[in-house]
């Protein structure tokens, strides 16, 4: 089961943006709404001094001055005034009919929200005595001209419109922020690619814990096989052309030299052999690397693939069969391609002869290591110096003093065994040099 | 009456000394230069055996092979300039007899040549097991046995010794073996042959029949030498 971290990060991002959106609506914009339903402050202060009027009027001139100051109020403002002492009865000369009386059950103080959302009717404010309350209070129906306008259609815009649209930017800045940037630093190192570039430091974009992450690990893969590949097509290239001129160069001299003709047929056949032998490796070489083919695998006698290459290699070197022991049994048997294992073998063979003394030993041994047989082929030679261990398994590199060969023989032969499923490397086995096969054990045994 | 070779190359240095080579050994020989001349010569006449180059102006070897296996079962060897190993593993060489990679050198052409012609005359005639010494032939079974132990000889094993055993004294060429034993092509990096040729040594060891050795002649092949009798 694949994860996706990404998914799951858009998705809370998603959710937080929702919530937020929801939440700003909801008590900021609803906060602003009401804030528009107050009278203003001028008007409070205008109405308030009605109620001082009213109170003054009540002192000094008694009921007399209260109905006059009421009718006055009540024309000037086109409204319905009342002015009640404290047991809402009328301070007034005229009492407070049923329907009057009814409206001082609704009242409002100057500081509460005005609407005309009930019954469609103007509000009625209540305005106590400002210097002493508990004598009565004036009672006004608010006159039309201060009801409050409400929310306004440009507020409400700003409200619900603007604020969530600059919400919703913000978080597109964020997606990109997270999502895009990536991209372009990836196509940058694209371009570079495309441009040659192939040196440039990988993209810190690997750190991610996402899919991003695994798409930039993927990337720099390719770039490092592409860099491999170019190297070693600068590599083969410069050695063909350095390991096939110098067989022709001697071609060429032996041609123009008076040789005897029996000797330039030799020369012939040895030049030839030599870059036909060359040819064949690097093809081979070549083939592995680009094709990697699948190599059918079967149980393999190691004990018989070392017989069968002893044999080869004693006529070509001259060694006895004595110095080439192989301590495995008849259990030792792995899972294998066996052409391909006898030429790794063989190679690593040929090698260790090389290097060994006149009368130097090359012996394989192995042991059983769970699921695979670790194979050790020791040589007494002069060995490897420990930074070049890894080395020697690089095409054409060869070694000051290894003498002959392309420096093919150890390249192929690591290519063979991986194909099969199996690993080789060296060590350095004091004296001489070690190299370790690890292949997997045949199931029939 | 001298074996009949049809040759199919398209290089025309190659096939001239190709042709004049062949001549030389007493073949009668028919060079063509591309597929369609030599599909004419084959519907034309029978051959003893075909030469044909993989990549042919026209129809190439491979098509012919095909064409040619529908009627006749004549033997064929192809010649490629490709990778041996990339062609036997992608089954570029499936239904031709023998294969050779170029370049190669007469004396191994020869070689393989002489193979298959005695492959096929011996097809004609299958080697039958002479009870030499004390070893005793299970022809049912495909295994030997001597005082009563058997050997369990796989089939390509017994068929190796009994091929070996039919030329005793004779050094018999590795891509004659691969002909008559494995049925298949020799390639450079082949070693089925060999890794046979190594458990069989064993198993006759292990039945005490040590005194048949497989001596391996190099440059030639293997050959069965009877110790004891000599």
Redesign the interface.
Known sequence: MRRHPLLWKLALLQVCFCLLLTWLIWTWGLSVERSTYFLAPADRVFLAGFAEQAEQAWHAEGADGVERLRRRLETEEDTWVAIIGPHLQSLGTTPLNADEASRLTFMRKLDWPMSRRLQDELPYVSIAFPEHPEDGRLVIQLPEHLLPTGLTPWTHVITHGVAPALLALLLGLALYRHLVVPLNRLRDRADALRADDLDSPGLPLQERRDELGELAQAFEHMAVRLRKSLDQQRLLLRTLSHELRTPLARLRIAHDSELPAELLRQRLDRE?DDM?KLL?NT??LA?LDT?R?Q?ATEP??V???W???V?DSC?ESGWPVERLPCLLGLDCQVQAH???L??ALENLLRNAIRHSPATGRVSLDGWREGAFWHLCLRDQGPGVAEDELEQIFQPYRRLPGSGAGFGLGLAIARRAIELQGGRLWASNGHPGLCLHLLLPASESV | MPPKLLLAEDDPRLRQDLEQHFLRRGFSVQACENGTQALNAMHQAPFDLLLLDIMLPGIDGLSLLDELRRHQAVPVMLMSALGAEQDRISGFTRGADDYLPKPFSLAELDARVDALLRRVALDRRPPTPRNACTLTFDTANHDVAQHGQSAGLTGSEYRLLLTLQAHPGEALSKAFLYQSVLHRAYTRLDRGLDVHVCNLRRKLGAIGAGHLEIQAVRGQGYILVDASSS
């Open positions: 030839v036909q064949e093809l081979d083939w094709e083919p190599l393999v006698l004990l018989s693939v017989e069968a290459l044999q006529f066996l052409d391909s006898a030429q």
